[in-house]
């Protein structure tokens, strides 16, 4: 990328991807890699396909390998993930920063190859589980930020709609690390949960092309904060884990 025609650096190949998938997988662990640009998605595909014409897909899948920022997808890799069971670990803020056509993208590697990153649209029609985190230091630790950087992605064909983009930030976390118990507000759930103040609850969706039938007050779909840029963000009030209060706004 770059006028100088730079390139990422490659620290692992293939076949060490697969050696050390199959190992995980042996062992009952879950393998992450960290992996951003198309050479080094390509190389996570192709080791994870080996390890599982190794030990066989299923085992694969079930392991549910992550990768994590999986940025710049094509439409093979994105079925990939698919195929193999892969999380794909993302961070909407950074389409916020550095997206749309003059951003710090479009800069470093032109307008079209840009276009292509943080496709996370595609990822959820093939089934691919997101889970959504902020790369902190590097973007804020702000979570209804990061629901709107992936709701108003600023690649209009990429977006997700609110309810979506809440759900990766939420449940999507604790299911990358295999608890499927956690991350939703019923009973017998684990009591980790916030407290918000914000307006009133509304469904949305970014455009007509986003589940528009959702926004329909008879499909009953719960109402989330207004995301749409430029409305205030949610205050956090109160945060709780494991039952236990960690953080309560002072004067509230």
């Known amino acids: 990328d770059g006028p100088a025609g730079g390139r990422g ?14 190992a995980c997988t042996e062992a ?3 393998a992450g890699f960290h992996a951003i640009g198309d050479a080094a998605l390509s190389a996570v595909v192709d080791g994870v396909r080996a390890a599982a014409q190794a030990l066989g897909l299923p ?7 992550r990768v994590e920022h999986a940025e710049m997808l094509t439409p093979e890799t994105v079925a990939a993930f698919a195929e193999l069971g892969l999380t794909a670990s993302v961070q909407p803020a950074f389409d916020a920063a ?23 649209a ?12 902020s790369d902190s230091p590097v973007t804020p630790l702000d ?44 009973p017998g759930a684990p009591a980790d949960y916030a407290v918000w103040r914000t307006a009133d609850l509304v469904v949305q969706a970014p455009d ?31 945060t709780v884990v494991f039952g236990r209060t960690v953080y309560e706004r002072p004067n509230e």
């Not at 085992?59 to 390998?65: D, L, V």
């Not at 550095?98 to 996370?120: F, H, I, S």
């Not at 690649?155 to 118990?181: L, M, N, P, Q, Y």
């Not at 779909?221 to 749409?228: M, Q």
């Open 208 to 238: 007509d092309r986003v589940a528009r039938w959702s926004t329909d007050p008879r499909s009953g779909t719960p109402g989330l904060p207004d995301l749409t840029p430029g409305v205030d963000l949610p205050v956090c009030l109160r």
């Open 59 to 65: 085992r694969i899948r079930g392991a549910r390998h």
């Open 122 to 133: 595609a990822l959820l029609r093939a089934g691919v589980p997101l889970a959504f985190g």
């Open 28 to 30: 009952g662990l879950q």
């Open 143 to 186: 979570p209804w930020g990061t629901v709107r950087a992936a709701a108003f992605h600023r690649t209009s064909e990429h977006r997700i709609s609110v309810r979506a983009g809440f759900t990766a930030h939420t449940r999507g976390g604790w299911r990358a690390v295999g608890r499927d118990d956690a991350g939703t507000l019923v």
């Open 9 to 22: 650096t490659a620290h692992l190949d293939a076949a060490q991807i697969a050696a050390h998938v199959t």
């Open 98 to 120: 550095w997206g749309g056509e003059e951003g710090m993208y479009a800069q470093r590697l032109g307008v079209e190859r840009a276009r292509a990153l943080n496709p996370y």
